[in-house]
C-alpha cells in the first residue's frame, strides 16, 4: 500500500498543481502544499496544509521534508510558457533547472528518495514522426524546453549517485478544468490558447490571434495533443504509486497526452461551437519557439502505470474550462 503517505507537491496551488493535490487527497495521500504564491494561488490549495517557500529555499525546503516525514515530492513549480523562455531565457534556467537542483539538495539532505517530475513534450521539439515516443532523440527549439530536459538529464545521473527514484511526467497541452469547477487555469497574463479563446467568447478580448498559419499541417495552423488537466492529475496520483513501489532506484520519462491532435483553427472553432458566441480571429505571423506539431504516444505510461486519458476529447475539455471561466467571472 502506498496511500496514506505524506506527499509534498511543490509548485501545488497552480494550474495542473491543484487538480493534482485533489486527486492525490481523493487517492488517500496526506498532501502538504508548498508554494510561493508567485502565479499559484491560495484558494486553489482548498483546506490542504500549506507551508509559503521558494523552491530554492533548500534549508526551509529540509526541514519541511524531515517534519512531515514526506516519502515522495511531486514537483510543478516552473516558469511554463515557451514563448516567454525565447525572449528571457535566464528566468528560466535560474527557475526550473537552478533551484530544482535546490530541491534535489533538500531532498537528498532529508532522506527522501522519491520524485514525480513536471517535464514536458517541448523536450521533442521538431520532429519527423506522426507520434512521440519516449526514446526520440531530444531536441527542444525553446529554451523552456531546454531547462526541462537537463533537469531530467540531472535526475538520470542521480539514479547511480545518490539512489533517486523518479518519473518524469512528459505533458502535451494541459487544458481543461475540475469538471466539479472547484479550480482551473488562471494565469496571469494569460498566454494559453484555450484561456485565450474563451476570453475572447467572454467579450474580455476583443479578437484573438492565430500565431502562424504557415505550418507544414493540414491546415496550415499548428497542431497540439490537448489532455485535460484531471487526466493529467490521474497520472500523477499513478506515477506516485508507481515511484514509491519501485524496489530499485531509477529513472523513467513517460509521456502523458491522448494521441490525437487537433490544429489552432479546430481548437478556434470548438470554442466558438461550445460557447455559442462569435468573436474576431486575426491570422499573425509565427511565434517564436513554436515546434509545428507535438502529438503523444503514451503507450510507456498506460503500461507501466495503467492509465488512460479519459476526460480529453476536445468537446469534454473545453466544456470545462468553459463552465470554469464562466463561474468565475459571473
Ligand atoms: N496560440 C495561438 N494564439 C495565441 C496563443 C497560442 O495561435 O494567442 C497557438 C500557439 O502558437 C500554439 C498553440 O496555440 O500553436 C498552443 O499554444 P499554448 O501557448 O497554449 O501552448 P504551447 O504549445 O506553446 O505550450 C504548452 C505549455 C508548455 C508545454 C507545451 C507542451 O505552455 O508548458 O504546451 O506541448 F510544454
Sequence with gaps: MTTGKNILVVGGAGFIGSHTTLALSEAGYNVTVYDNFSTGHRDACFDLDVVEGDLSDQPKLTAVLKDKDIACVVHFAALIEAGQSVIDPYAFYENNVAATLALLQAMRAADVGHLVFSSTAAVYGNQDVDMLSEDLPKQPVNPYGHSKLMVETVLQTAVDAYGLTSVALRYFNASG?????????????????????????????DHFKIFGTDYDTPDGSCIRDYIHVSDLAAGHVAAVGYVLRRTQPSFEGMNLGTGTGHSVREVVDTVKRVSERDFRVDECPRRAGDPAKLVADSTRAQQALGWHAQHSDLDTIVRDAWHFFRTRNR
Design 177 to 205: 478544468a475540475d469538471a466539479k469547477g472547484r479550480t482551473g487555469e488562471r494565469h496571469d497574463p494569460e498566454t494559453h490558447l484555450i484561456p485565450l479563446l474563451i476570453q475572447a467568447a467572454l467579450g474580455q478580448r
